[in-house]
């Protein structure tokens, strides 16, 4: 068995940074990069990019909501029209950074509420899945596992790798916790491993109810905001590479 560990990283914007991102380049194998909308400028951009380079991890665009003030965490209403050119215009600008330096953006995942709502809504997934494959037509795209998000990638017939969270709990439609209710993010970092590997074993999402939700999973996503996010990273790569499962990026 083996999985790839993904993170969200070029969050900072000129001076001002956030989460230790060569701490996590040496923990994950994916690399989700912020591309000017809800945090990350080009310059951060380009040097995330060629640090993750050099340390053999994926890189991918990570589009959010143009809401640098709430980091991409408030949900926007937009058209169909207007959500494809926010991702068409940010995995653009990803993939201009990344050639500029002779890399390759590999995939794409959504940030925040726009992930969060693309998770819910067929139509918002299949207005930024689109604008994505004009763009690039042979990116993988992440996705919420076991969401419409996933059936949305599946009727484009587009390349895709199913997600899971490894501190974020789950509600009963296979959709994350809000962040605003109790329990929602998990913090202890002997809890988060031997959950991760269950579900890995399991080939399933495990709700907060405990209810299982089969499911394909490719990548788990490990935060990168928080004071003890590297610490929870390492505990967790340890874990599972104790378990016999092998780390390595996505194909």
């Not at 980091?71 to 600008?93: K, P």
């Not at 207005?127 to 990116?139: D, N, S, W």
């Not at 495990?206 to 990168?224: N, Y």
Request: charged share 20%; glycine share 12%; proline share 4%.
């Amino acid at each position: 068995m083996r999985i790839d560990l993904n993170a969200d990283m070029g969050e900072g914007f000129g001076p001002w940074t956030m989460g230790d991102d060569a701490a996590l380049l040496e923990v994950v194998t994916s690399a989700n990069i912020a591309c000017g909308g809800h945090a990350g400028d080009p310059v951060v951009m380009g040097r995330v990019m060629r640090a993750a380079a050099a340390q053999g991890v994926g890189i991918g665009a990570h589009p959010g909501f143009a809401d640098l003030q709430g980091f991409g965490r408030r949900r926007m209403h937009l058209s169909a029209e207007e959500l494809g050119g926010l991702v068409a215009y940010q995995l653009g600008a990803a993939q201009g950074i990344a050639r500029a330096a002779g890399l390759e953006v590999r995939h794409l995942k959504l940030h925040g509420a726009l992930s969060n709502m693309a998770s819910e809504e067929p139509a918002i997934a299949r207005a930024c899945f689109q604008a994505a494959l004009k763009v690039a037509p042979g990116i993988r795209l992440v996705v919420l596992a076991a969401t419409p998000m996933q059936a949305v990638a599946e009727e484009l017939d587009a390349a895709w790798a199913g997600e899971i969270f490894a501190d974020r709990a789950y509600q009963d439609d296979a959709t994350l916790v809000d962040r605003s209710q109790p329990g929602a993010v998990l913090h202890d970092a002997e809890v988060v491993g031997p959950r991760i590997q269950a579900m890995l074993r399991a080939g399933a999402i495990i709700t907060a109810s405990g209810r299982q939700i089969p499911a394909r999973i490719d990548t788990v996503c490990l935060h990168g905001d928080s004071p003890d996010a590297v610490a929870l990273a390492r505990r967790l790569r340890t874990h599972l590479a104790g378990a016999g499962i092998q780390i390595r990026r996505f194909d």
